[in-house]
């Protein structure tokens, strides 16, 4: 049972343009919602998190959105930049557990 | 500041041999740490986490194990891998309450 599933395994976008990268939640349960960036060959790095309390947050280019009606969230970039390319993850936790759920994670390609 | 290596960065071994794999955290005290595992074209699969010295959670039945010795050590291995075995090994410690976890280098791992 996915837990945490992003559907689209790709997205390719230009230089300047926005990056959307969606994600889905099935257990309502989860209060917080993080995104992780991963090169090739590396571990992936902490890129921005979000409680569920709140329905945004921003940390220069990177703005994560929430809804939790739709069980839905999803990380913008703006303005995307070649540096972005990476594989991207989304994840979930609930208070009181030890787990982070990981989606499956989608490749952004940002072409020069 | 705190920090996690993993070693070795890359591994090849034959089907049916021994394997282990080390993670050792500095600049902090009783981490939750974590083994996770990339295959080949998959998502961020949990393996086992410790809360504890000597306390293993095992979340996918396999022929890996984990021990944790001493309080910032965690070791992954295997008395015979397989050739599903083979992907990217990565170990983290949990860095906060909503469960953002900082990852280590990870380790290569081919079997043949």
């Known amino acids: 049972d996915q837990q945490v599933k992003q559907n689209s395994p790709s997205l390719s976008v230009q230089e300047g343009r926005i990056s959307i990268l969606n994600c889905d939640y099935t257990?309502?349960?989860?209060?917080?919602f993080l995104w992780y960036k991963k090169y090739p060959a590396e571990g992936p790095t902490f890129l921005i998190s979000?409680?569920?309390?709140?329905d945004k947050n921003e940390d220069g280019r990177f703005t994560v959105f929430l809804n939790k009606s739709a069980k839905h969230l999803s990380l913008h970039i703006v303005p995307s930049q070649p540096g972005d390319s990476a594989v991207y993850f989304c994840a979930a936790n609930w208070g009181g557990s030890e787990k982070l759920v990981f989606g499956k994670g989608m490749k952004l390609t940002v072409n020069p | 500041s705190q920090t996690i290596h993993q070693w070795p960065a890359t591994l090849v071994q034959p089907v049916g041999s021994p394997l282990s794999l080390e993670c050792t955290v500095e600049?902090?005290?009783?981490?939750?740490l974590y083994w996770y595992r990339q295959a080949a074209g998959r998502g961020l699969q949990l393996l086992f986490y410790?809360?504890?010295?000597?306390?293993i959670s095992s979340e996918v039945p396999q022929n890996l194990s984990a021990s944790r010795p001493q309080d910032r050590q965690f070791i992954l291995s295997s008395k015979k891998l397989l050739l599903s075995d083979s992907g990217f090994y990565l170990c983290a410690w949990r860095v906060n309450r909503a469960g953002e976890l900082f990852f280590g280098e990870g380790s290569r791992l081919t079997v043949l």
């Open positions: 410790s809360v504890g010295i000597g306390q």
């Open positions: 600049g902090t005290s009783n981490p939750n």
């Open positions: 257990n309502s349960m989860f209060d917080y």
């Open positions: 979000i409680s569920s309390i709140k």
